[in-house]
């Protein structure tokens, strides 16, 4: 499990585990983390953590929020990051095993990966190939680490405000319009066992130039809506699918009523509403 260490002056304050899907910032005392201090807002923060990814979003706060030094309004976190606000500093530390190997094989649903990283590491596991699968893997998790930085350093690691740019590079059917509202939907690999015989999930746009066209939800997250606008991600759990608010002033709607802030239960044939593109939800027989 995903923790932050707090700490002031170089002094650690303590810890505390992301065991919250939504874990809020701020001077009130209904956050999770309360900073009494006048240089951070009454809701300054927060932190969404979705199975082993974190993403940190400013909640239009005065004075704002600083990352390893860098201010930004909406950032995917990776270990050792270090968010500042005011004096206080909270060190975003993801602890060892958080990231198993098939759950590292499914770490590219929303991250942006260069073309050149992808096909170096495609290449590295099929040369590896008399090394084991095990070799094969430890290469490609090292070419996503390789291309996450070089997303930091190109400043466009903010991992929530990517997806279309994911869907773009795997070109995925569901995002093969260029229609800025259009969902859009991680890349997909091939489609993994079903779990104690749950039912494969899939969403069929409704309006939109995309309208018609079908989207199997057969990875454990998938991101859908328009960046700077509304985003939410939809998890495929042992319990169902449940859809997640990540960005935006307006929470998706479900059968034309908004979702709260925490994760929303889907059933079959519900109507969501994403960033003004309405879609069904259902279970593929």
Same mark, same amino acid.
């Given at each position: ?114 073309? &050149?990283?992808?096909? +170096? @590491? #495609?290449?590295? !596991?099929? %040369? *590896?190939? =008399? /090394?084991?699968?095990? $070799? ?33 590079? &795997?070109?995925?059917? +569901? @995002? #093969?319009?260029? !229609?800025? %509202? *259009?969902? =859009? /939907?991680?890349?997909? $690999? ?96």
């Amino acid at each position: 499990m995903a923790k932050l260490i707090l700490s002031m002056d170089g002094l650690v304050l303590k810890e505390i585990p992301l065991s919250k899907e939504r874990t809020t910032i701020g001077r009130k005392a209904h956050n999770d983390i309360q900073i009494d201090n006048l240089a951070v807002s009454g809701e300054h923060a927060v932190i969404v953590t979705i199975l082993n990814d974190s993403f940190m979003e400013d909640l239009g706060s005065t004075n704002g929020t600083l990352v390893n030094g860098n201010p930004v309004k909406k950032h995917f976190l990776q270990n050792n990051d270090v968010i500042e606000l005011g004096k206080y500093k909270l060190k975003f530390i993801q602890e060892a095993g958080a990231q198993p190997a098939a759950a590292a094989a499914d770490f590219e649903k929303t991250m942006v990966l260069r073309p &050149s990283a992808m096909k +170096a @590491a #495609a290449e590295q !596991a099929k %040369a *590896a190939g =008399a /090394a084991g699968a095990q $070799a094969a893997q430890a290469m490609r998790q090292a070419a996503v680490q390789a291309s996450g930085h070089a997303a930091q350093a190109a400043g466009t690691a903010e991992k929530p405000t990517a997806p279309a740019a994911a869907a773009a590079a &795997s070109a995925p059917a +569901a @995002a #093969a319009a260029p !229609a800025p %509202a *259009a969902p =859009a /939907a991680a890349p997909t $690999a091939g489609p993994p066992p079903r779990a104690g015989g749950q039912p494969l999930g899939a969403i069929q746009l409704l309006s939109g130039a995309n309208a018609g066209k079908e989207l199997e939800l057969s990875k454990p997250l998938t991101t859908l809506g328009k960046p700077g606008v509304q985003v939410a991600v939809l998890t495929r759990r042992p319990q169902g699918y449940f859809i997640t608010h990540v960005e935006g002033a307006q929470r998706p709607t479900v059968n034309g009523q908004p979702i709260g802030s925490a994760p929303h239960a889907l059933k079959d044939h519900d109507l969501i509403e994403i960033a003004g593109i309405k879609m069904e939800f259902f279970h593929k027989s």
